[in-house]
C-alpha cells in the first residue's frame, strides 16, 4: 500500500538535475513532498493536487498525474542544501490515514 | 509558537518495561499522527486520530497503544518493550480539509528510543 518512489537513493554534482518518482496502486487525490535532513525531521516542500498543477519551491517543482496515480519531483540546478532524503505523502483513498513513499536519497556533491 | 512538541527526547529501556511518549500541538490541530523510522527505512504509521477521544490502528500497530483524551495532546504507550520497538519515533499533527483528508503534516523534533 504504500506508495513507491524510484530512484531509491541518487548522487549528484552541485549544478546537476534530478527527477524523483513516487507512484501509486490506489487512487491519489493529492500529494505532498518532504524532505528530511539527517538526524531531523521531514519538513513540508509542496503540495500537489488534482489537475496536474504544477507547483514551484525555489529550483523544486512537481507535476502529479492522477490517471497514472503518480507525481514526479524536479530538482534543477542541485544546491548542497538540497542534500536529504525527499518522501511524497497522500491520504489513503476512503480512510484517514496519511502514509509515506519509500523515500528517496539525495547526495549533493561540491 | 512551539508547533509539536515530543517528549521525551530520548529514552533506554530494558525488554519488558513499559513507557509513554508524550506529542503536544498548539495549533488546534484535528489529526495527529506516530510514525517509527528505522534506519534506511521510511515512515511506518503506527496509529492516528482524526479527532478528540477517537484513534484508529496504522499499519504497524501491533504492541503500541494509544490515547488523545485532550485534542492537543496524542500519547503513544508501549506496555512491553521489545528490541524490535528500537526506534525513531516521529508525531505529527494536521488540519483536516473537507472531503480530502489531512493537509500538510507538522512534525515533532522526534524521539530516539532504545530498547535492550
Known amino acids: 500500500q504504500q506508495p513507491v518512489q524510484s530512484p531509491q537513493a541518487v548522487i549528484l554534482r552541485e549544478g546537476e538535475d534530478a527527477v524523483i518518482n513516487c507512484s501509486s496502486s490506489?487512487?491519489?487525490?493529492?500529494v505532498h513532498w518532504y524532505r528530511q535532513k539527517h538526524g531531523e525531521a521531514p519538513v513540508f516542500l509542496m503540495i500537489l493536487l488534482k489537475g496536474g498543477e504544477q507547483k514551484g519551491h525555489d529550483k523544486i517543482s512537481a507535476s502529479f498525474n492522477e490517471k497514472k496515480q503518480q507525481s514526479s519531483l524536479y530538482l534543477t540546478a542541485s544546491q548542497l542544501s538540497y542534500s536529504g532524503t525527499y518522501f511524497c505523502?497522500?491520504?489513503?483513498?476512503?480512510?484517514?490515514?496519511?502514509?509515506f513513499g519509500t523515500g528517496t536519497r539525495l547526495k549533493v556533491l561540491a | 509558537n512551539a508547533g509539536v512538541t515530543q517528549t521525551p527526547k530520548f529514552r533506554v529501556l530494558k525488554t519488558g518495561q513499559s513507557m509513554t511518549l508524550l506529542c503536544a500541538q498548539d495549533?488546534?490541530?484535528?489529526?495527529m499522527y506516530w510514525y517509527r523510522q528505522d534506519p534506511g527505512m521510511g515512515l511506518r504509521l503506527i496509529h492516528y486520530?482524526?479527532?478528540?477521544?477517537?484513534?484508529a490502528k496504522g499499519e504497524v500497530p501491533d504492541g503500541y497503544n494509544v490515547s488523545r483524551l485532550k485534542k492537543q495532546n496524542f500519547l503513544l504507550g508501549l506496555e512491553s518493550a521489545a528490541p524490535s520497538q528500537t526506534s525513531v519515533y516521529f508525531c505529527?499533527?494536521?488540519?483536516?480539509?473537507?472531503?480530502?483528508?489531512?493537509?500538510?503534516?507538522?512534525f515533532g523534533a522526534g524521539s530516539r528510543l532504545t530498547v535492550l
Open positions: 505529527a499533527s494536521s488540519y483536516s480539509v473537507s472531503g480530502a483528508g489531512a493537509n500538510v503534516l507538522t
Open positions: 490506489k487512487a491519489l487525490y493529492s
Open positions: 495549533m488546534n490541530h484535528e489529526y
Open positions: 486520530s482524526v479527532g478528540e477521544g477517537t484513534t
Open positions: 505523502g497522500t491520504t489513503v483513498a476512503g480512510t484517514y490515514k496519511y502514509i
